[in-house]
C-alpha cells in the first residue's frame, strides 16, 4: 500500500552504505585508539549493533551501567559467554568502558570471578549518534508541509506585531525567528526529499504496477492541495517578509544575536571584544537565514523566480509525468506491444535464425544499416539520379565513381572552386504540392468513412485506396483493444480525431468490402465512426 506523504519509495537496510560511508573513518585512527565503527564491518556486526543498541536505549532511560544479564534481558537472549566476549570485544574497539563489579561481592570465590558493570564511552556514544543520524537521513521519507506555511506566516505577523513596538521583547523575539527558522528549514528539506523520492517513483519500470495505479490519484490530489497552499500562503508570506523589511528586520536580528551571544564562552582576555565577536558571528547566521528565507518565497525578476515558485514549477510537472506514466501502464496492461516487447521478439528472431547469412539478412530487413561505400554524392551522381523514378533499385540505379584515395585514407578533398549552390525550389514546390495533394486525399477519405450511425459493413460500398488504406488502420485500432470474449469496443486513434465503435453481429455471416485491388471478408459487424475533429 502505497502512502503519498510518506511512502512514495520502500527503504531497505541502510548497514551497508553505513558500512561504505564511514569505513573510511577507521582510517584516521592510529595503533591503540578507539575504532568505535569496527563492529560494522565485522562477523556478527547485528550481535553488535543490537549490544549497542541496547545501551543506547539505556542512556536514553537515564541508566548508565548495565550487566551482562542486564543486556541479555533486554535482548530476550541467555547470558552466556558469547554476550561476554561480544563485550569485552566492544571494549578492546573502544565502544563500552567495563568497571569492576563489587557491590555483590559476599564471597571470596565472587571477588575473585570477574565481574564488570558496562558503560557507553564518549566515542562509543558519538558512533551511534552518528549511525543513528545516517539511517534516520536515509530513511526519511519526504513531505509536502502545508501546515509549515500557515505557521511561517503565523509567525512573521507576530514578529511584525513586535517590530511595530519601539521597545521589543528580546526574548519573544528569538522564540518567534528560532520558530521560523525551524519550521521552514523542515519545510525546505521535506520538501527537496519528497520530490527527490518521487522523481524515482514515477522512473520506475517494473514493480508493483498496481499499487502505483491505486495510490496516483489521492498522490496527485496531495500535490494538488500543496501547491493550492504554496500559492496561497507563499504571497502572503512574501508580502510580510516585505513589510518586515520595511520597518527594520534588521533590528529583530540584532535582538536575537545579542541574546544567543550572552551564552557564549568568553575568550581571550578581553571580555567585551569576545562578545562582540559572539554578537557578529551570531548576526551574520541570522541574516544569511533571513536571505534564504526571503530568496525562497520572493521572486527577484523573472530570471530569479522563487524556490516557492521552482518547486510549484516542479510539483507540476511531476503530475504530468504521473498521468503520462498511468498512461504507459494503462497501454501495456491493454495488451498492446512496446518497443520492449518488439525488441524481445527480434532478439527471439535472431536466436532461431538458421544461420549467419539469414542473420545478417534479418540485420538489414530490420535496422536498414547497409555498409556504406562512398561519404558524399558528387554532383554528376547527383544529376544522373535527378530523373529516376524513386522506386528505382540501388543496383539499377547509375554508379557513382569512387576516389582510391577515398577507399585508402576514408578522406578525400577535391580540389579547385566549390560547387554551386544548387536551386532545390522545384523540388521544395513538387513537395508542397505532394503534401496537398495526399492531406485532400486523405480528408477526402475520412468524410467517405465517416458514418451518420451505425452502419453494416457490407453497406460501406465501394472503398478507393486510400478510404481503404485508412480503414483498414481503424479496423486494426479498435481490434487492438478488444479483449477476448468482447462483443463490442470503442477507441479512438492516436491524434484524438475518429473515434470508431465496432460491434459483432451475431450469425450475421460474412462482411464484403470492395476495393480497386479486390475485395475483403470477414465476420459481419456494426461500425460507426465519427469525425472529433473541430
Known sequence: MYSPASRILSVGSVRQDVTVAIGALQLVHGPGEPQPFTHLTVPNADMYRSVLRTFARAKERFIVHLRPEDVAAELRIDADEQLTLALEQLVTWGNLRADVDTSRVTTVEDFRRKRCLYQLTGAGQAAEQAIAFYEE???????????????IADRLRSLRALAADHDPDPAKVHLLLLSVAERFSSLADNAQAFMSALRRAIDFSDGDVDGFLAYKERLIDYINRFIADLA???????????????VGHDRLLELAARREAADAVPEGRDAAESLARAEKQALDAWRNRWRGLDDWFTSRDAGHPSQARLLRQAAVTAIKQL?????????RRSGRSDRSADFRALARWFAEAPDDEAAHRLWRAAFGLCPARHLSVTDQTADAWRDLPAGTTWRDAPPIHISPQLRRTGAYERRGKPSQVRDRSGERDLLRRQAEREAAETAAARRRL????????????????QAFRLFLALLGDALAVRAPGDTEVKTVTSDGTLEIRLSLV??????????????????EHIIEISDLAP
Open 137 to 151: 537521513a536515509i530513511a526519511r521519507r519526504g513531505q509536502l508541509q502545508s501546515v509549515a506555511l500557515a505557521d
Open 232 to 246: 496561497n500562503s507563499g504571497a502572503q508570506i512574501a508580502v510580510l517578509l516585505s513589510e518586515l523589511e520595511g
Open 323 to 331: 498521468i503520462d506514466m498511468v498512461g504507459l501502464l494503462n497501454e
Open 450 to 465: 465517416c458514418t451518420a450511425g451505425p452502419t453494416l459493413l457490407s453497406d460501406l460500398g465501394m472503398l478507393d485506396l
Open 506 to 523: 451475431p450469425d450475421g455471416g460474412t462482411a464484403t468490402i470492395r476495393t480497386p485491388d479486390g475485395t475483403l471478408t470477414g465476420p
